[in-house]
């Protein structure tokens, strides 16, 4: 399997499918790159599409020093990796972590994007939820590190956002069950603490996000409950971007629903490529509910 070396020795590997435009899959904490199967499969017939295994992702290297998990050390990798392969401008497809990481990409490293696509975003983001998020992070990585990832896996996997997933799937579920419990243990605690718990609220970056001038895709499912008002919030901040909502799906939608999912993405990356997508018409914001504001 091909890799990249970070600017800080940590090597990145990588699956790659197709030609064209450059499209990479960035995968959340209960994921990785073989996650992005059912992606890789579709678009790879009209598009670059490359995977990563982030750092703490075995066959990625997986460092033991704490500082060397950040949420900028996770947006630079995505940087790392699209400059490393001469892929910018990219489009860029993150899930819940990977989503997070997507969008301080176009925050950061704007002129390595040619759109974001930001999906199930928002877990501990709104500020009155933050002291539970990390509460419960803090309690995960201990747990974690008492029994295990092949035992914790279950415990995760069986989150209030996933069962969904499970009722409709489980065949589905039970392979990202598995492939959840072959992930390391330190490197999915050291991702949790350094990765997860320390990133900024989203509420934060505000001011940033209205500046941000990339093509943007909020997708939500809508049994994902943290997500929903995240996601609402950067639909009204972010100036191009567009709300799509999943009907009856969970958190890992990629999986769950790939074929809604990859339709949903492909119609937005085509337009972005196409030249027809376009910012919110500022006269949509004044306020008025019925007659136009004078």
């Known amino acids: 399997m091909p890799s990249i070396r970070t600017d800080d020795g940590v090597d990145l590997h990588y699956i790659e499918a ?7 899959f960035v995968h959340e904490f209960a994921g990785d790159a073989l996650s992005w199967e059912a992606q890789m499969r579709f ?3 009209r598009y670059r599409c490359i995977a990563f295994f982030a750092r703490g992702y075995a066959p990625s290297g997986i460092p033991t ?5 950040s949420q900028d050390r996770a947006t630079d ?3 790392a990796v699209i400059t490393a392969l001469k892929l910018a401008p990219a489009h860029v497809v993150g899930l819940s972590m990977g989503a997070f990481a997507t969008l301080h990409l176009g925050l950061r490293h704007p ?3 040619r ?5 199930g975003v928002g877990y501990g983001a709104a500020p009155d939820k933050r002291a539970q998020f990390q509460a419960e ?3 995960s990585i201990a747990k974690l590190r008492e029994i295990g990832m092949e035992k914790f896996a279950t415990i995760y996997a069986h989150g209030p956002t996933r069962l969904v997933f499970e009722e409709k799937d489980p065949r589905g579920f039970a392979e990202f069950e598995a492939q959840l419990a072959t992930h390391s243990t330190e490197g999915s605690a050291l991702t949790m603490q350094g990765v997860q718990r320390e990133r900024p609220s989203l509420f934060e970056l505000e001011a940033g996000f209205r500046r941000m001038s990339l093509p943007t895709l909020v997708v939500a499912g809508d049994e994902d409950d943290p997500t929903l008002e995240p996601a609402l919030y950067l639909k009204r901040t972010i100036p191009g971007s567009a709300l799509v909502v999943l009907p009856k799906c969970g958190h890992t939608m990629n999986i769950e629903d790939p074929d809604a999912f990859n339709r949903a993405v492909l119609d937005f990356v ?3 490529d196409s030249g027809s997508w376009r910012d919110r018409i500022p006269a949509s914001l004044t306020g008025a509910i019925i007659a136009a504001k004078s």
Request: hydrophobic share 50%; charged share 15%; no cysteine.
């Open 270 to 272: 085509t337009a972005v």
């Open 18 to 24: 197709g030609s064209g435009t450059p499209m990479v």
């Open 43 to 45: 678009f790879a017939r």
């Open 137 to 139: 992070i803090d309690a």
């Open 77 to 79: 990798d995505i940087a």
């Open 111 to 113: 002129h390595l994007a």
């Open 65 to 69: 020093d704490p500082k060397s998990y």
């Open 115 to 119: 759109s974001l696509v930001a999906a």
